[in-house]
């Protein structure tokens, strides 16, 4: 008996697995234990994630402006709104996802939590994520099913866009869903095109912005801050939790302090309004903390697929033939390797992007997270947010008008930094002295690669736990700027 297809990949045989796809290749008929995260998002580099990240805060700060002028109807009103976003598949649901109803009990529950805390009518809370330190009630699911909810809007588009790409079927006329309307500062919903599965309606999620935990850690704020700001005070004070040890040094210990002081959320609470920069220095700190994405790896073991077939993705792109009636394929491969070879740094890749109201087009204009390695020493020091891929399989050289397309594609918004794939070089480093020249001459960095090019940097990722130094693009690099 044939097994049922259950994931999206399967479901409309997109021929990908999971490392290719810039989404969570999500089993429909149960969750995938991740979450998303708004730290995450704000870690974006992108008007999509700039604008998710506006509509969290915008939301929240209505909510919490609600509740501390007492407006407490229009508070639990917004709130009711909210449910766990089935559609995403994204949850700790056992077995068949379903929605707990985030809008009846549990939205009132919230609302309660949020009316009730001190930490909200202070303003100590500024962030979504500072509930999970604050409010009773309220972990890492419910912030993840709230921010679903609010940023539906955007992974409506964002679902569209792939739907269209690998040719997903959409039914118009689907409930969308509650909206946030960001200027009326209200919700509302209209019908939309989705992809219907047999479950129901799905919504895609970018595998960036998905997380196994939440960057804040009510244990670690207690235990790094709380506890050492009153451990300190009370040493200051000479208090009587104060005891010598035996070389005379004072001490104060955790048990002697939890017995005076407390534990949990009260304790946080009461003990952060009274020393708010707490927080302040807490969250500071977390702001220069690596927040790293799930990795292949990671979501190979969450979701219970097999690892990267490297060998597979190279082999596409090495073995399609050469000319241009085979141009479309050989994108198609070169898109599916480098997305998985140059993940997480390289994400949201759009193939065939419009620039210039649609008079030139991208082959591939990939998002630069710079999280590590080579991709962030570029973020930091050139102008790259974006890193373009222009695909050439040719099976002759390329030459100057190749090189003068992919300039004709940069701009000091969009980025300045490409990288140029062709199936083979006759005069390979007299094409690298043309795109040193072109560096020099300000009209941006490109480096060449070939198919040889891609076997290395598919050995370099396989191999080398460093992969992220990527040494063969900064020696190119190098050889640009020298």
Known sequence: MAKRPRRVSEIYNLGRTQPTLDFVDVDVFTDTPVFISPRALAQLPSDWGDGCVALI???????????????HTDAERLLAVLREPNETHLGLSSGRSRGRALGEGSAHNVWEALSHSAAAKSGLLKDLEDTVLMVFGIGPDIVSDMSTNIIRAPLIEYTQRWCTYYGIPLESGIDSGPLWDPAKRQWFSKYVELPITKVGKLLLVPKII??????????????????????KEELEAGGSLVHLLRDGTPHVTIKD?????????QTVVDETIKRPELLDEYKAEKDKEDYIPLGHEDLSNIEGTEKVDWDALLTNVTSTPTGNEHSTAYENAIEALLSALFYPDLTNPHPQHKIHDGRK??????????????????????????VFIE??????????????????????????????????????????????????????FIIALDD???????????DDEYFQRWSLLKVRFDYLID
């Not at 196994?212 to 009153?230: G, T």
């Not at 030459?399 to 083979?424: A, H, T, W, Y």
């Open 391 to 444: 695909c050439k399989n040719y099976g002759k050289d390329v030459g100057n008008p190749e090189l003068d397309q992919l300039i004709g594609r940069f701009s000091p918004s969009r980025g300045k930094v490409g990288i140029l794939m062709c199936r083979s070089f006759q005069k390979k480093e007299l094409f690298q002295k043309r795109c040193r020249d072109s560096a020099k001459d300000g009209h941006g």
């Open 57 to 71: 805060h915008n939301f929240f700060e209505t909510v919490l402006r609600h509740i501390q002028k007492g407006k």
């Open 210 to 231: 998905v997380r196994r935990h939440m960057l804040y850690d009510l244990q670690e704020y207690y235990r790094h801050y709380i506890i050492e700001a009153l451990r």
């Open 361 to 386: 087009r991208i082959d591939i204009r990939y998002t630069n997270m710079g999280l590590t390695g080579f991709f962030r020493w570029l973020a930091l020091n050139y102008p790259a947010p974006h």
């Open 257 to 265: 302090l939890k017995e005076k002081y407390g534990t949990g959320k």
């Open 452 to 462: 040889d090019d891609l076997r290395e940097l598919v050995k370099i990722r396989r």
